[in-house]
């Protein structure tokens, strides 16, 4: 089960109260205190695991806690020390303290491995306080407590790529036919209920990470249908792939106009980010004049299609906007347009070349 969000305490284990003891053997004339000290808390810390992608592990848990100290023993034996506590967390989770919503941490790096809170120090013994002027001393010091804090996980997903569209636009076939990812497919919307990962392959040795992001719907910013959930998702994400579906009853440019204004109500910064579009399910296409209607988006983005030679996708789909992906210089304007067939896999392969070339500028 994916889960991206979860909600509990964590507190570090206390220290063990140091001991009052001492010494008493046969011909020891001059024993003495010997109460040794307590162990000291348990800590705890968080580890960054990219063999982990979800939260579902802390669903329904209220608190963790780390083991306390020992106390100490006599002839100054220290108490043992409480079991660390190691919570295992995936690549893109932030720590945020539940009661300030302050972002605490933000853990990005695999293998990241830090203290989160220090456990209790353990009480010192009798021993240490005797003197000459108290060489019998009873009294002992009791543990410090540990530290306790509620914290929400939020995971956001790290990808090179986001898919952003309406709901069964195509974005789950694409992934589907573009990397290793097995999303569910069927022919009705919010078929996809959680983000999916793929590895799209470029080559022998190129690959980048595609995510498909729920769909995003009118008013999705202020919470309608999945709304904020899932937009979060793409706010790691390196660049954008806006998917415009052809076969849709809304127009090519009412799509995309809606998908640029709820990111930007979402995050101003998110909006400004790096992206190209792709127009999908022209296999499916039913209006009368398929080129017409794509050379009308493309003049409501101010582009021209490109019929260059050295760089054409497809013989029978000139459409790619090449001189855009190589030198980019309005950023509101998409790197390139592309029409695509995820059914009839047209122009698949030059789209994962075009994407892995955006991601090298």
């Known amino acids: 089960m994916f889960i991206d969000s979860a909600r509990f305490s964590v507190s570090s284990g206390k220290g063990g109260q140091?001991?009052?003891?001492?010494?008493?053997?046969?011909?020891?004339?001059?024993g003495g205190p010997d109460g040794g000290d307590g162990g000291k808390g348990g800590d705890v810390y968080f580890l960054v695991d990219s063999n982990t992608d979800t939260l579902s592990f802390y669903k329904g848990k209220r608190l963790f806690k780390a083991d306390k100290g020992q106390p100490g023993m006599g002839r100054q034996k220290t108490g043992k020390s409480g079991e660390h506590l190691v919570l295992i967390v995936p690549p893109g989770t932030q720590i945020i303290d539940d009661d300030t919503n302050e972002i605490l941490y933000d853990l990005l790096e695999d293998g990241e491995r830090f203290l989160f809170l220090e456990g209790g120090k353990g009480g010192l013994g009798n021993v240490h306080f005797k003197n000459s002027r108290n060489q019998r001393p009873t009294y002992f010091q009791p543990g410090l407590p540990g530290v306790t804090k509620n914290i929400r996980l939020e995971l956001k997903l790290i990808a090179d790529v986001g898919l952003v569209g309406y709901p069964n636009v195509g974005k789950s076939t694409l992934i589907s036919v573009t990397s290793n990812a097995t999303p569910e497919i069927a022919n009705y919307e919010f078929t996809t209920l959680t983000p999916k990962l793929g590895v799209v392959n470029v080559g022998e040795y190129n690959s980048f990470v595609m995510a498909d992001i729920p769909g995003i719907i009118d008013g999705a910013s202020d919470g309608r249908?999945?709304?904020?959930?899932?937009?979060?998702?793409?706010?790691?994400?390196?660049?954008?792939?806006?998917?415009?579906?052809?076969?849709?009853?809304?127009?090519?440019?009412?799509?995309?106009?809606?998908?640029?204004?709820?990111?930007?109500?979402?995050?101003?910064?998110?909006?400004?980010?790096?992206?190209?579009?792709?127009?999908?399910?022209?296999?499916?296409?039913?209006?009368?004049?398929?080129?017409?209607?794509?050379?009308?988006?493309?003049?409501?983005?101010?582009?021209?299609?490109?019929?260059?030679?050295?760089?054409?996708?497809?013989?029978?789909?000139?459409?790619?906007?090449?001189?855009?992906?190589?030198?980019?210089?309005?950023?509101?304007?998409?790197?390139?347009?592309?029409?695509?067939?995820?059914?009839?896999?047209?122009?698949?392969?030059?789209?994962?070349?075009?994407?892995?070339?955006?991601?090298?500028?």
Do not use: W
């Not at 304007?333 to 392969?349: D, E, M, Q």
């Open 225 to 361: 249908g999945l709304g904020l959930e899932f937009l979060k998702h793409i706010e790691r994400t390196k660049t954008l792939l806006f998917t415009i579906d052809v076969a849709n009853h809304r127009t090519m440019i009412d799509q995309y106009n809606v998908l640029k204004e709820e990111l930007e109500k979402f995050s101003l910064e998110l909006s400004k980010r790096d992206y190209a579009i792709v127009l999908t399910k022209i296999d499916a296409y039913y209006g009368e004049d398929l080129q017409k209607d794509i050379e009308e988006f493309l003049k409501a983005l101010n582009l021209e299609s490109s019929k260059s030679n050295e760089y054409k996708i497809d013989e029978n789909l000139p459409y790619f906007i090449q001189d855009l992906i190589f030198s980019k210089k309005d950023s509101s304007k998409p790197y390139f347009v592309l029409p695509i067939s995820s059914l009839n896999k047209t122009n698949i392969t030059p789209l994962k070349y075009a994407l892995y070339t955006m991601l090298g500028k």
């Open 18 to 30: 140091g001991c009052a003891s001492f010494r008493r053997e046969k011909f020891v004339v001059q």
